[in-house]
């Protein structure tokens, strides 16, 4: 007679342990992979929806009204809420509209964890909580418009996403004197893509639009790397002690790109949600307007929000975006 041997019960546990374990380990990584592919396709849809709105509008300034005291405090403030009632819901289906100071309501987390996860902030509430530099930076408010401190309102899509709108009714067009980005901004979207359920982070399920110019408007939705490229090897330049800024993006990673010169604008608008550097000089865009080491690419300042044109052999800061 032959005799079988069987599994005893210790060896069975064992191996259910280890089993329980490896997938302990496992699973947490495979979600949260899940998680970032749906939210990539989640924002590319919402861009593609939001650009195709605006671009029905014949204009994106003058909505609503924004008025100050003699002391800089609002009197007088609708023009958030106005945009959405009476421009945006015309073009784009939405569920639910809340005003400032109810932005809850619209399912907005009261706190988010700004690019990267590092730190949590609360979620700005105004204009100048995006970025102060919007109604201070030098000469900012010259030529076809200005930078209002307008309050944020909110409304909710059919689609359950929550969006936070900055409005900015006195935005010019592309074709003003300056190159300042601050009244070429007219609207910035924050968004989250599942109201207030976590992880509220930017770069997951948080983002941000920013709609530029009041005419021929243009739409971007950058979605930045975490980290800078530092300045001593991000020279825009062909020369060959120098890395090409063109480049970087794929030698950090292979899904980078640089962001052109509107999508590294709305970087600056953004400034507080991804922790961009404050005190740099400025930031590469990949809009290049004339070729080789004496040509010309647009750069973003963001000392003050000036958009100039630099020889691009001289050296800037790389914030990388996701294609």
Same mark, same amino acid.
């Given at each position: 007679?032959?005799?079988?041997r069987?599994?005893?019960?210790?060896?069975?546990?064992?191996?259910?342990?280890?089993?329980?374990?490896v997938?302990?380990?496992t699973?947490?990584?495979?979600?949260?992979? /899940?998680?970032?592919?749906?939210w990539d396709?989640?924002k590319?849809?919402?861009?593609?929806?939001?650009?195709?709105?605006?671009?029905?509008?014949?204009?994106?300034?003058?909505?609503?009204?924004?008025?100050?005291?003699?002391?800089?405090?609002?009197?007088?403030?609708? =023009?958030?809420?106005?945009?959405?009632l009476?421009?945006?819901s015309?073009v784009?289906?939405?569920n639910?509209?809340?005003?400032?100071?109810?932005?809850?309501?619209?399912? /907005?987390?009261s706190?988010i964890?700004?690019?990267g996860?590092?730190?949590?902030?609360?979620?700005?509430?105004?204009?100048?909580?995006?970025?102060?530099?919007?109604?201070?930076?030098?000469?900012?408010?010259?030529?076809?418009?200005?930078v209002?401190?307008?309050? =944020?309102? =909110?409304?909710?899509t059919?689609n359950?996403?929550?969006?936070?709108?900055?409005?900015?009714?006195?935005?010019?067009?592309?074709?003003?004197?300056n190159?300042?980005?601050?009244?070429?901004?007219?609207?910035?979207?924050?968004?989250?893509?599942?109201?207030?359920?976590?992880?509220?982070e930017?770069?997951?399920?948080?983002?941000?639009?920013?709609a530029?110019?009041?005419?021929?408007? /243009?739409?971007? =939705?950058? /979605?930045?790397y975490y980290?800078?490229?530092?300045?001593?090897?991000?020279?825009?330049s062909?020369?060959?002690?120098?890395i090409?800024?063109?480049?970087?993006c794929k030698?950090m990673?292979?899904?980078?790109?640089?962001?052109?010169?509107?999508?590294?604008?709305?970087?600056?608008?953004?400034?507080?949600?991804?922790?961009?550097?404050?005190?740099a000089?400025?930031?590469?865009?990949?809009?290049?307007?004339?070729?080789?080491?004496?040509?010309?690419?647009?750069?973003?300042?963001?000392?003050?929000?000036?958009?100039?044109?630099?020889?691009?052999?001289?050296?800037?800061?790389v914030?990388?975006?996701?294609?």
């Open positions: 007679m032959k005799k079988f069987g599994f005893t019960l210790a060896e069975i546990l064992i191996t259910l342990a280890i089993i329980g374990i997938a302990a380990i699973l947490p990584s495979l979600l949260v992979n /899940v998680n970032e592919k749906a396709a989640q590319k849809a919402l861009h593609a929806r939001m650009a195709q709105a605006i671009g029905q509008m014949n204009t994106l300034g003058g909505y609503g009204t924004y008025t100050e005291n003699e002391e800089g405090t609002a009197t007088e403030d609708t =023009a958030a809420e106005s945009f959405i009476d421009a945006l015309k784009y289906k939405i639910n509209v809340c005003g400032p100071d109810k932005l809850s309501a619209c399912g /907005v987390p706190k964890a700004i690019l996860g590092e730190a949590e902030i609360n979620f700005p509430t105004k204009m100048s909580e995006l970025n102060e530099k919007l109604l201070n930076g030098y000469n900012a408010l010259n030529d076809e418009g200005s209002a401190d307008t309050k =944020a309102a =909110a409304f909710e059919v359950g996403e929550s969006i936070a709108v900055f409005y900015n009714p006195l935005c010019g067009s592309d074709t003003s004197v190159h300042y980005v601050q009244n070429k901004m007219c609207v910035n979207f924050v968004y989250d893509l599942n109201g207030a359920e976590g992880p509220n930017v770069g997951k399920d948080v983002g941000f639009m920013t530029f110019y009041n005419k021929n408007s /243009v739409v971007v =939705a950058p /979605v930045p980290m800078n490229y530092k300045s001593a090897v991000a020279q825009y062909d020369v060959s002690d120098t090409d800024a063109q480049k970087v030698i990673a292979e899904d980078l790109r640089l962001p052109d010169r509107d999508e590294v604008a709305s970087l600056f608008i953004n400034m507080k949600l991804i922790n961009l550097e404050e005190n000089g400025g930031y590469w865009s990949g809009s290049v307007v004339s070729l080789g080491t004496s040509g010309l690419a647009w750069a973003q300042g963001v000392n003050n929000g000036d958009r100039n044109l630099a020889t691009r052999s001289n050296t800037a800061l914030r990388c975006i996701q294609k």
